[in-house]
């Protein structure tokens, strides 16, 4: 056996760099395109280099107010990684013991990924209208002055939240599985030998134990929620996310402050994600300190 | 610490339609080290683990000093457990580890931190005291579950395994300082182990476990030199099990005879294999109608009579050196 190469291993290392370039290769393009020159177009050559159109969105994109959709969005998606991590937390404790009909939810719930994403959302906008109808013939009938000014239930924090949490909470529910099949039980079994509650027993056990997965399930349910745009479109009320925003500017904006906005975005999720990782940084280091401190 | 007597009265589990554990009758007196020991799989973890109450009876009675505890929660029955591979609490350091059945009945930090160092040093663990279990090797950690355990001063400490995670030198060491700590602290030990050895140094009391029964139960001598069945000294080891017309009978592997063909004897053998074992030799024999047999010979013994694998000698053994065993 000699320790050469064979050809497969060139064959497959270039095969590998064709993915990372495919996949990397759109974000990288869109980043170097957005610092564009002032007289620079949507594609390559560079005309020279600038922060010009990152400064031309600052100002904001004419008729669209993008950074209330950049709030909306920041404000959704941190209410859609909140409940996720919660609700899928509690679903998979449940799991962990078996209860009546535990398979068909499973299956409800992993059917919610596998249906067409835009066929979940039109189906959802269609069920707030028929909502909506109900309660307009309603007040109606009856004369109900209050609901005069009423127009629709839909809205960000209504339809658009549970389009985005059909999304998040499967997966949510999923990583909680994986959390919870590794988990040894003997834990929770020592708490308990010792007196602790079943309470005290998830607070100063089982959680702190599988803190670093809950922090994974919050960044997997806002980066979804981030950039979600099949499930929202047809839920999200009268105003929209970012994501859905740079949806419609592609077709209206002929210039690269769409790639600064693409750029902006991005960074937005890298900062999430790296602060995440920062904490749990931080956390191990203050373990070594106590460490150093105690030797 | 003041120690309870515990007594089994034909405590039985059942998952489904298995029996893990078999209406088992047992008392085990105060201040006793008690080793249950069995194959796998024979109902000796199930029935520590019925013991401590991470089981539920599904018959029978778990008796502690004076209370019936069948239906107390583990905390209260005034058991302590020590799980295999101990289950330290990852995230905690060893002081935390001791101080958290403390901290769960509320007691204050600074006391509960003292009590915590108190047990460490009880096991010589206080210098490691700010060490998580992962920076500890497994000695380290067995002594912090020790201590774990022992902080909520409890009557009977419950032992899963605690010497199978240890490398074979360290586990002699620290089988000698858990028999120390049992006599010190005058409470029983039930420890639950599938080795033969470690029940004969450790326990007052040997209970050999089969198929969810008690096959035998005993001090480490009684069940040794009198084995109630063959499953008794064939586990037990050191033992010749040999059908014979009226029966079953154990020879100790030290008490049969090897002589030349011809010679009187009560069975004849085949050598299979001879090893050396340091102290002696062991011979192992193929005999017509039997299992093998084993002999074991002092080096002179073996000197005065070299043998060598094939050949055919006659086995015999002494009227009183006859055991019998249940069939």
Redesign the interface.
Known sequence: MSDRRTAGFYWLAALFALFVLFLYGPMITIFVLSFQGPQGGLTFPMNGVSLHWFSHLWEGLGVVDIWAAFRRSLKLGSIVMVLTVVLSLLAGLAYRKRFPGSNLLFYVVVASLIVPSIVVSLGIGLEFRLVDDAIKSLSDTFGWSFLDGYTTAMGLYTSGLGAQLTWTLPFGLLICFAIFNRF?R??E?????????PW?SFA??VL??IAPSVVGIGLFGFTLSWDEVARSSQAIGDVNTLPLELTGLTTTVTNPEIYALGTLTTGVSFIVIFTALGLMQMLRRR?AR??R??A | MSGSSLELAALTKAYGSTVAVDAIDLKVPANTYCCLLGPSGCGKTSTLRLVAGHETATAGDIIIGPTNVTELPPAQRGTAMMFQSYALFPHLTSADNVAFSLKVRGVPKAERRASAMDMLGLVHMEPYAERLPAQLSGGQQQRVALARALITRPQILLLDEPLSALDPFLRIKVRAELKRLQKELGISFLHVTHSQDEAMALADLVVLMNGGRIEQAGTPREVFNAPRTAFVAQFMGGHNVIATGSGPIAVRADRVKLRRAGEPGRLSGTVRGIEYQGTHLQVTLASPDQSDLTALMNEAEFDAVPLKPGETLAVDWSEQDIHRLNA
């Not at chain 1, 079994?189 to 509650?197: C, P, V, Y």
């Open positions: 040894d003997r834990y079994e020592a708490a308990r030998d010792l007196g602790a509650t005290q100063h056990v702190p134990i373990t106590a460490l401190a105690a």
